[in-house]
């Protein structure tokens, strides 16, 4: 007899027709270092994401860039063919370069091949979710994302795309997409130390699109990290399960993509995603990066 899963913390969010766990997994870990090459442990890579599935995971997030081509040929090899319930939200708008670096890549015949990509990588005919990266390494730039988000409507026309979100994006290239076409989420750096994106993440949950926060863990000074370590001694925990739990009480469009190559410390991650916090800690958090 097989033994229930507990349900994940944050409960679900719906992507569009897409019903998705709000605590998710992020694949970019499982390649190697600076996300190029294969990972060291090969079979330790599939089992973290068998792990993540049993766990009761339904969000992986990926990208063909990552190794480039190693993540979504981990997921392929561990979970295909697919549970139904499980989706997979990909990225495109850059490749890696021999340095190791991100160049754009958002010319329609960019996108494109990276759609392409994805659908063999993967080993699908269609694809969950997309998100269309702007802006560089150094975070959102200006500039309209019309023509690289039209490209991909297309391709949603076409059914090689179910939906579609931005990544590293402004709030004005988030409204100007919409005008175009729908979006179901964006995908921006953002955590207790990084609070940029505040109004944003309000302002998309009274629409009822998502915000997924990339590095949640990583970014806290000194000074910042002393303050979510008090809060963590208080709860007799550590501090990066406490900025998970912060994440899910901040917002309910908020989902999670925490990443890791280890099954034990995913274990962690779900265990403390799921710290109640109380309305003490909540306040003294929320100072973090104000």
């Known amino acids: 007899m097989s033994i229930p899963t507990p349900p994940l913390p944050g409960g679900t969010w ?4 897409l019903t998705v766990t709000r605590f998710g997994y992020g694949a970019m870990r499982l390649s190697g270092p600076g996300v190029m090459g294969p990972p060291a442990d090969h079979d330790g890579a599939l089992e973290v994401l068998r792990e993540a599935v049993r766990l009761g995971v339904t969000h992986i997030d990926t990208a063909d860039a990552y190794g480039p081509h190693v993540t979504n040929r981990l997921i392929r090899e561990a979970l295909h063919p697919y549970p139904e319930s ?12 021999a340095q190791g670096g991100w160049p754009p890549a958002r010319e329609p015949d960019d996108l494109r091949r990276a759609v392409d ?4 990588t993967l080993g699908v005919e269609t694809l969950d979710l997309v998100n269309l ?6 975070g959102p730039q200006p500039g309209s994302p019309a023509k690289p988000y039209e490209t991909l409507v297309e391709l949603q026309r076409q059914g090689l795309i179910r939906h579609l979100g931005l990544s590293n994006a402004t709030a004005d290239q988030i409204a100007e997409a919409q005008t175009i076409a729908p979006l179901v989420c964006v995908q921006n750096l953002y955590n207790l130390a990084h609070r ?3 109004e944003l993440i309000d302002r998309l949950a009274e629409q009822g699109i998502a915000y997924v926060p990339y590095f949640p863990l990583g970014g806290f000074s000194p000074l910042q990290s002393s303050a979510l370590s008090a809060v963590a001694a208080r709860l007799g925990t550590g501090p990066l399960p406490v900025a998970l739990a912060w994440l899910l009480h901040r917002s309910p469009n908020i989902l999670l993509i925490p990443g890791t190559s280890s099954v034990a410390h995913l274990r962690e991650n779900v265990t403390g995603a799921g710290i109640a916090l109380s309305e003490e800690d909540l306040a003294e958090l929320d100072m973090i990066g104000r």
Not at 86 to 97: E, F, M, N, Q, S
Request: glycine share 10%; aromatic share 0%.
């Open 86 to 97: 499980l989706h997979i939200v990909t990225k495109v708008g850059a490749v890696r370069d």
């Open 196 to 198: 940029q994106d505040d």
């Open 133 to 138: 990266r702007l802006g560089n390494a150094e």
């Open 117 to 120: 990509s994805n659908l063999e």
């Open 14 to 17: 719906t992507l569009g027709d």
